[in-house]
């Protein structure tokens, strides 16, 4: 399987200030047929289910607000949070969906601070 | 909007199966390259992906879980189901289906899911 790495576990940024997660897979999940990295990320507040941010490494779901952004290729990505608003209190997961057993991250815990 | 709601036990016995049913609305689930999946999440852990069921009817397990689950489809009542058989309490979890495309795990739409505990 590949594993999925994010760090940190918890990080608490001021509201208005920059928040930065970071995810590195075991082994590359840019697939080169079509140069397109095959990592999404995910927002999971309390009682809610998974919502889906990122995918193909840097593209935003519709809907999505343009402060959050993903960026990296092949191993080492990064999902970065523009200007910290309260909503965006949540655990923060990283997955790779190029191959079986399509893995995430074991998830950021994102808090004010 | 498309949504997605589990229904099934919320305890289960150890040794026995656990079913559980996802019912789409709002859209069909024989829509073309759709995928349809199962997700976990057991207490204090994350996210583990169990499974997905493509539009046309084959099926994408975890590795981990193969010889365990079976996922299906019923098109007449747009809904697909899991059964994972055998359960222990390691598969105690909050089980979430939810809609997959261009991949079996690349989910956008999600049910609120339901919790299922494991216990005699």
């Known amino acids: 399987d590949i594993v999925m790495t994010q760090s940190p576990d918890s990080l608490a940024v001021s509201l208005g200030e920059r928040a930065t997660i970071n995810c590195k897979s075991s082994q590359s999940v840019l697939y080169s047929s079509n140069n397109k990295n095959y990592l999404a990320w995910y927002q999971q507040k309390p009682g809610q289910p998974p919502k889906l941010l990122i995918y193909?490494?840097?593209t935003r779901e519709s809907g999505v607000p343009d402060r959050f952004s993903g960026s990296g290729s092949g191993t080492d990505f990064t999902l970065t949070i523009s200007s910290l608003q309260a909503e965006d209190v949540a655990v923060y997961y990283c997955q790779q969906y190029f191959i079986n057993a399509y893995t995430f991250g074991q998830g950021t815990k994102l808090e004010i601070k | 909007q498309l949504q997605l709601q589990e229904s099934g036990p919320g305890l289960v016995k150890p040794s026995e199966t656990l079913s559980l049913t996802c019912t789409v609305s709002?859209?069909?689930?024989?829509?073309?390259?759709?995928?349809w999946g199962w997700i976990r999440r057991p207490p204090g852990k994350g996210l583990e992906w169990i499974g997905s069921i493509y539009y046309s009817g084959s099926t994408h397990y975890n590795p981990s879980l193969k010889s365990r689950v079976t996922i299906s489809a019923d098109t007449s009542k747009n809904l697909f189901s899991l059964n994972l058989s055998s359960v222990t309490a390691a598969d105690a979890a909050v089980y979430y289906c939810?809609?997959?495309?261009?991949?079996?795990?690349?989910?956008?739409?999600w049910g609120q899911g339901t919790l299922v505990t494991v216990s005699s």
């Open positions: 709002g859209g069909s689930i024989s829509s073309s390259s759709y995928y």
């Open positions: 939810a809609r997959g495309f261009w991949s079996p795990a690349l989910f956008d739409y």
């Open positions: 193909w490494a840097s």
